[in-house]
């Protein structure tokens, strides 16, 4: 038996049938985020606004 890294949705412990999570719902859930964008809102701001924001002074 192969050891199988946690359900990244709830980490619960996955199901075989549904590496790497654990249950069909849970894999949906995953999907969905990844066609909603939110994976990319996170990691995607705006450089300019960063700039602004480091400025104390
Ligand atoms: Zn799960």
């Given at each position: 038996m192969?050891?199988?890294?946690?359900?990244?949705?709830?980490?619960?412990?996955?199901?075989?049938?549904?590496?790497?999570?654990c249950?069909?719902?849970?894999?949906?859930i995953?999907?969905?985020?990844?066609?909603?964008?939110?994976y990319?809102?996170?990691?995607?701001?705006?450089p300019e606004?960063?700039?602004?924001?480091?400025?104390?002074?």
């Amino acid at each position: 038996m192969t050891k199988l890294p946690p359900c990244p949705t709830c980490k619960k412990p996955s199901v075989f049938d549904f590496r790497p999570f654990c249950s069909k719902r849970c894999a949906d859930i995953d999907l969905a985020r990844w066609f909603k964008g939110d994976y990319r809102i996170e990691g995607d701001a705006e450089p300019e606004n960063k700039e602004e924001l480091f400025e104390d002074e």
